[in-house]
């Protein structure tokens, strides 16, 4: 059984030091949708994603539905741009 490691880096969204998990900017769930397919590759939908903490990557799936995170918020800069989660960035920032 293999062990996956552990990364540590800065947060894409709030910059902190901490360990680090990968985002799907397009949920996995998703790759075989149809619209998906036809408006991704999918060797796109396969590496486009964000290393996050574990605090903004739990706010991130808290926030929005996997259909509206794959459609709406498949970038760093709008995930950024969405207030409810530019204003938890803000937040976290400070702990």
Do not use: Y
């Not at 709406?72 to 803000?90: G, H, M, R, S, Y």
């Amino acid at each position: 059984m293999a062990t996956q490691r552990k990364k540590l880096g800065a947060c894409a969204l709030c910059e902190r030091e901490r360990e680090l998990t990968f985002h799907h900017l397009i949920p996995r769930t998703l790759h075989a949708n149809k619209w998906f397919r036809k408006n991704f590759e999918r060797q796109d939908m396969l590496m486009r994603g964000i290393d996050v903490c574990r605090d903004c990557h739990r706010m991130i799936h808290r926030t929005h539905g996997e259909k509206e995170l794959g459609r709406t918020f498949n970038t760093k800069e709008a995930l950024l741009a969405d207030p409810q989660i530019a204003k938890f960035v803000v937040w976290v920032k400070k702990r």
